[in-house]
């Protein structure tokens, strides 16, 4: 059974800090991989999504990374704003039931002023 | 629509009451589907509609739950009798296909309080 993680579950930083979050899968058998972004009391808005034949992708200031083999993401954030603080999540969309999306429990990020 | 939409966005009902939360999905969308997010909790997979095709209802947590998508746009998710432990936000989302290589759409959500 696929099991998304996400480390760590909250993070604060200073504004302008990069930071990195971090997203692990249990099952490589994957057909992507996607990165959303959550603000309170609001749906989810996709911010990239990568093919498992991808690297990686590339957004303005947001890069994330795929390594398939080894069942890791990372979504990096550079030159962090207040604007970016929300809850980011990963979700795995699986090769035996392509339609189902696989979230992570979500990291809440707070970038201060 | 220009979105995903959702309603109603708040949702306050009585233990053993029924619920009706809409979903109106991207225009021309053939994919929808229905997530669950409880406190602290990862989104649940619920339910799954793809074009004419029969629903995937595996996610479904109990025969309390139903949905249909009527007219292959607009979709309601039910819940009758409602417990305490179905108080979460209630999540929408389409795709244009339905294929896996897709972005989803999500709504706003329905956030349901079962008091």
């Known amino acids: 059974k696929q099991e998304v993680t996400q480390i760590p579950a909250a993070l604060s930083v200073p504004e302008g800090e990069n930071l990195v979050l971090n997203c692990s899968f249990t099952?490589?058998?994957?057909?992507?991989l996607q990165w959303f972004r959550q603000d309170p009391g609001k749906g989810l808005t996709s911010l990239l999504l990568?093919?498992?034949?991808?690297r990686e992708q590339t957004s303005g200031r947001l890069n994330a990374s795929l390594d398939k083999s080894s069942g890791r993401s990372t979504l990096y954030i550079a030159a962090s704003q207040p604007g970016d603080s929300a809850t980011y999540l990963c979700?795995?969309?699986?090769?035996?039931?392509?339609?189902?999306?696989?979230f992570g429990s979500g990291t809440r990020l707070l970038v201060r002023p | 629509g220009a979105g995903v939409s959702q309603s109603p966005s708040n949702k306050v009902t009585e233990k053993g009451k029924d619920v009706e939360l809409r979903c109106d999905p991207i225009?021309?969308?053939?994919?929808l589907y229905w997530y669950r997010q409880s406190l602290g909790q990862g989104l649940e997979f619920l339910i799954y509609?793809?074009?004419?095709?029969?629903?995937?209802k595996s996610g479904l947590p109990s025969d309390r739950f139903s949905a249909e998508r009527t007219g292959g746009s607009v979709s309601t998710l039910t819940i009758q009798r409602t417990q305490q432990e179905d108080s979460a936000v209630y999540l929408c989302?389409?795709?244009?296909?339905?294929?896996?290589?897709?972005?989803?759409?999500f709504g706003s959500g329905t956030q349901l309080s079962v008091l």
């Open positions: 989302a389409s795709s244009s296909q339905g294929s896996h290589n897709e972005k989803l759409f």
């Open positions: 099952d490589s058998a994957i057909y992507n």
């Open positions: 990568i093919q498992s034949s991808q």
């Open positions: 979700a795995v969309r699986q090769m035996d039931s392509s339609y189902k999306l696989i």
């Open positions: 225009s021309g969308h053939t994919a």
């Open positions: 509609f793809q074009g004419n095709s029969a629903p995937d």
